[in-house]
């Protein structure tokens, strides 16, 4: 399969191009908990690849209602654009082969042929450098500490994230979307470095549900330009702006109430979050 061409600047947009294009189904990604397909979209000259996930796909859960995954992925994209970083790749709902579902454009390295699940391991293999196992108490310059991780039978090894602002920034997104399963494997590098989080189904609960790979920040203050996006982000949240209107759309009244509680939150203690102590903080596994 040729790969797939890029969107010219300008002309149409990535959403466009996801909501108005034809999808074709090329592949699964078979080790997906849910049904995740590897399409092509096209519209007019246009192509580009992406990850197609049916509602009907979706195995229930017991702490989010069923059919809801799909809206959630699309909500965090909605509150990633409004936070002006860029953080969630393009992601439309949309009726597609096997019914309605989320469709989000392919950042990473493109997949290929049926089973594209080894390409989605190469995509996000770029994001490696971000994480690791180190030995000893302590993380070391440019790194920040998460917690102690088995590795062995009676050995240890301290998991520790970089500190880069582009992590930091997830890290403020996840707390706004309240993400339930930041792992590693959902950090992924696109064109030029750019870092996008992806796998956003578990999002918006209205408990607490905090859990990932990101605590290196704990406490620490917010930096400025955190402030400033999250100050944005609430009066876009207000009753009435178009991105309250979208996300009453995507999610319940309560849950949409919720995520102006979390803004409100951050912004009134001026710190990133720390684990709540009523839920794993960690997810699992990590990767």
Same mark, same amino acid.
């Given at each position: ?6 969107i ?5 947009t ?6 108005r ?12 908990? =849910? /049904? ?7 519209y007019?000259?246009h ?8 509602? /009907? ?21 909605? *509150? ?17 082969p096997?019914?309605?579902?989320m *469709? ?10 049926e ?9 996000g293999?770029?994001?490696a ?38 992590l ?9 979307? =309240? ?7 959902h950090? *992924?590098?696109?064109?030029? #470095? ?10 918006? =609960? ?25 100050g ?15 996300? #009453? ?21 001026g ?15 990590? *990767?």
């Amino acid at each position: 399969m040729p790969a797939p061409e890029r969107i010219p600047a300008g002309r149409v947009t990535p959403t466009e191009l996801l909501t108005r294009g034809e999808l074709t189904v090329r592949g699964q990604i078979r080790e997906a908990s =849910n /049904a995740v397909l590897y399409c092509t979209v096209g519209y007019e000259e246009h192509t580009a690849a992406c990850v197609y996930k049916p509602v /009907a796909g979706e195995r229930p859960l017991w702490d989010f209602p069923d059919g809801t995954l799909a809206q959630r992925e699309v909500a965090a994209y909605e *509150v990633s654009e409004a936070l002006g970083w860029g953080l969630v790749p393009p992601t439309v709902l949309r009726d597609g082969p096997y019914g309605q579902g989320m *469709v989000q454009l392919w950042v990473g390295a493109e997949a290929s042929g049926e089973d594209a699940s080894a390409d989605a391991e190469d995509a996000g293999a770029g994001a490696a450098g971000l994480l690791a196992l180190v030995e000893g108490d302590e993380p070391g310059d440019g790194w920040k500490a998460v917690g102690f991780a088995q590795v062995g039978e009676g050995r240890t090894a301290l998991l520790v994230h970089a500190d880069d602002a582009r992590l930091r920034r997830l890290a403020v997104l996840d707390a706004v979307i =309240n993400n339930a399963d930041r792992k590693g494997g959902h950090l *992924v590098l696109g064109d030029g #470095g750019h870092l996008f989080g992806i796998d956003h189904g578990v999002t918006f =609960n209205v408990e607490d549900k905090l859990r990932t790979l990101l605590w290196g920040w704990a406490g620490e203050k917010l930096p400025e330009e955190a402030v400033d996006a999250l100050g944005s982000l609430r009066d876009g949240l207000a009753a009435g702006e178009p991105l309250a209107e979208r996300l #009453g759309e995507l999610l319940t009244a309560t849950e949409v109430d919720a995520v102006r509680e979390r803004v409100a939150a951050l912004l009134a203690a001026g710190r990133h979050p720390g684990p709540s102590g009523e839920w794993p903080a960690i997810p699992w596994p990590p *990767v």
